[in-house]
C-alpha cells in the first residue's frame, strides 16, 4: 500500500536568481512510500512535485522504472542547499541515478522545470518539511 501524505495547504519554494518558485507537494517520508514515488503516474502537473525525506544525508539513488513521466530529480542537502540537479530523466530506464554527494532529500517535478525556473546548486529550498531550512 502506498501511504502518501497529500498536502494541498502547504508547499515548497525553491529560490533561484529568477525569483521564488511555490509548489504544492506530495511528501514521502516512510521507505515503502519512497519506493513506489512516482511510479505508475501517467502526468506530474506544473507546479507539483514529491519531496522525498531519507531523515538523514548520505548518498541516495534513484530510477525511473514503472514510472511514465520525465522527470527533474533536484538533490538537496539537510540544510535545504540544492546539491545537484538531474534533468530530463528518462522514462521506465533501470538506470541508477545517483545524488552524487550526501543528501537528506530529493524533490521530484516534470522534466523541463529546473531549467526553465533556472534551478541551480547552491539555491535554496524552503519547506515546512525541511526543519533547517527556515
Do not use: C
Not at 515503502?32 to 538523514?56: I, N, W
Amino acid at each position: 500500500m502506498n501511504t502518501l501524505t497529500i498536502v494541498r495547504n502547504y508547499g515548497l519554494t525553491i529560490v533561484t536568481s529568477t525569483g521564488r518558485h511555490a509548489f504544492k507537494v506530495e511528501f514521502v517520508s516512510d521507505e515503502q512510500a519512497r519506493a513506489r514515488g512516482l511510479m505508475y503516474r501517467k502526468s506530474v502537473p506544473e507546479g507539483t512535485g514529491m519531496l522525498f525525506d531519507f531523515h538523514r544525508e548520505g548518498p541516495v539513488s534513484f530510477w525511473m522504472k514503472n514510472t511514465y513521466v520525465s522527470l527533474d530529480m533536484i538533490f538537496i542537502r539537510e540544510n535545504g542547499a540544492v546539491a545537484r540537479v538531474e534533468h530530463d530523466t528518462t522514462p521506465l530506464s533501470e538506470k541508477v541515478i545517483p545524488s552524487g554527494v550526501p543528501v537528506r532529500y530529493v524533490f521530484e517535478v516534470v522534466a523541463g522545470t529546473a531549467k526553465r525556473l533556472n534551478i541551480q546548486p547552491g539555491d535554496k529550498v524552503v519547506s515546512e518539511y525541511i526543519p533547517a531550512s527556515r
